[in-house]
């Protein structure tokens, strides 16, 4: 493998060598398939995995502009969580609040889903499902910890699958400083995001499936895909792009491409750990509106993320846009604020990479029987879970399968595109500013932000 690849995460760059080697040459010339896919991450992945068993027959030929796993599914914080873009009241007002729910207890099925998987093809993911603990540090945020659960009641979740913690139950889990409570789910495993998405993507082409890397796909078209290296015509085309969909044509507007960031430290001290906690390999955030996020990982390092990147005019993406200095260091002092031991170790690695994000916050997948033409993606981040649900889901479209998951309110959603430029670059980069100045400000005052709650209105929340 290459220094590039290596250098694009923590995870590319501890692959062993047997998940790092290529899986398939350029695309030789115009070629057919029953299904062709356009991305080589969770979601097409998943789908040609699916498709496979419930039908080995079908020829399935997936299109890759890089090597598999090289996009989000291999960069991410290593979280399969049951978290799902919108909320269960914007899911509701278009659906039901059955519906509503019952796409939340699928998300929860999904993460075990993928740990089953993997324990069933031998897959060494570094997989442990600890949980996700989200602390509050601040009154203000506590007071939003007890909201949160006191709606998760009303919607008949139990404390089985979201329990408020207090001061001593919080800091068992997470010993951050400030800690004043938090929440807690089970519904999360700490994995290895490019052990996962190599490892399927050697099972999927055992199967049969053929993979084409350093095929750059230009253009989707009912039937038919257009190559830098040839065509392929297919009965179903599946559009698996997620934060590149914007170099599709006709796809600029579709999804909004915005950076998240990480940085990893050396391996930590049995000292640091028994500071910091996360005994269990938990994942970990806190309440602040501008989303961090963490894991232990399983050769004992911190793995830490957050969103503070700006998105770039015309959704532009480069290699360059994967490291940001100054949002890397802003990064390290927080979590140097929530575990001070942490200021004695090094940061070994730093990278990023854009994810993709809908008009109003919605995940959605589907297929139109018209065309043949399949999506899923949107996943605002939260896409090693959704992308397995997506997969299962369109394999069933595709197939025809009548399931209970082709029913969910997500499936055939259809999220209005993007403002032209420059209104997207100075609505989302807006939306940036306001909630790290929410944070600012709750922490001063105490009191909530009106302005991250009418923005969290507009996004569907």
């Known amino acids: 493998m290459t220094q590039d690849l290596r250098s694009l995460s923590l995870w590319w760059d501890t692959l062993p060598a047997d998940l790092s080697a290529p899986l398939g040459s350029p695309l030789p010339g115009d070629t057919t398939a029953d299904v062709a896919i356009v991305g080589a991450g969770y979601t097409g992945l998943w789908t040609a995995y699916y498709l496979k068993r419930i039908d080995p027959s079908l020829r399935i030929v997936i299109l890759e502009a890089e090597q598999a796993g090289f996009g989000a599914s291999g960069r991410n914080g290593g979280w399969a969580s049951a978290l799902f873009p919108a909320g269960l009241s914007a899911i ?6 059955d519906a509503a729910i019952r796409l939340r ?4 099925a999904t993460v075990d889903e993928i740990g089953r998987v993997a324990h069933e093809e031998g897959w060494d993911v570094e997989w442990q499902k600890g949980g996700t603990v989200v602390a509050a540090r601040t009154p203000m945020q506590m007071r939003s910890a007890r909201d949160e ?9 139990g404390a089985a699958d979201y329990d408020l913690l207090g001061k001593d139950e919080a800091a068992r889990r997470v010993n951050a400083t400030d800690v004043l409570g938090g929440t807690y789910t089970p519904h999360c495993a700490a994995i290895n995001p490019a052990r996962l998405v190599r490892s399927l993507a050697r099972s999927v082409v055992a199967s049969g499936t053929v993979i084409h890397e350093h095929t750059r796909v230009t253009a989707i078209e009912p039937g038919i895909i257009r190559t830098d290296h040839g065509s ?10 997620e934060g590149y969909t914007r170099t599709l044509k006709g796809h600029t ?8 960031l990480m940085l990893a430290t050396e391996p930590l001290p049995d000292e640091a750990w028994s500071q910091i906690g996360l005994a ?15 894991q232990r990982t399983a050769d004992g390092r911190l793995a830490f993320g957050g969103r503070g990147a700006p998105y770039h005019f ?18 390290w002092e927080v979590l ?18 854009p994810l993709g994000i809908p008009r109003d916050w919605w995940a959605s997948c589907g297929l139109d029987l018209s065309t043949g033409l399949a999506w899923s993606g949107g996943y605002v981040g939260d896409g090693v879970g959704t992308a397995n649900l997506g997969g299962r889901t369109l394999a069933d479209l595709i197939t025809g399968t009548d399931s209970d998951i082709v029913k969910l309110p997500w499936v055939d959603h259809h999220s209005k595109r993007w403002e032209p430029e420059p209104l997207r670059w100075l609505g989302t980069n807006v939306g940036l500013r306001v909630m790290t100045g929410a944070d600012d400000s709750e922490a001063r005052t105490g009191r909530p932000s009106r302005l991250a709650a009418m923005f969290a209105r507009q996004l569907g929340h």
């Open 92 to 97: 509701a007002r278009v659906s039901s609040r």
């Open 105 to 108: 207890r699928e998300m929860f």
């Open 149 to 157: 659960i006191d709606e998760l009641r009303s919607w008949g979740f």
């Open 232 to 241: 392929v015509r297919a009965e179903y085309i599946v559009r698996a792009t």
């Open 253 to 260: 507007r579709t999804l909004a491409p915005v950076y998240s």
């Open 280 to 294: 269990e390999r938990e994942t970990f955030s806190d309440g602040r509106h501008l989303i961090i996020y963490g």
């Open 314 to 331: 015309g959704s532009r993406i480069t290699p360059e846009q994967d490291r940001n200095a100054a949002v890397h260091a802003a990064l």
């Open 336 to 353: 140097i604020d929530l575990f001070p031991i942490v200021s004695r170790s090094a940061v070994t690695h730093t990278w990023g990479g």
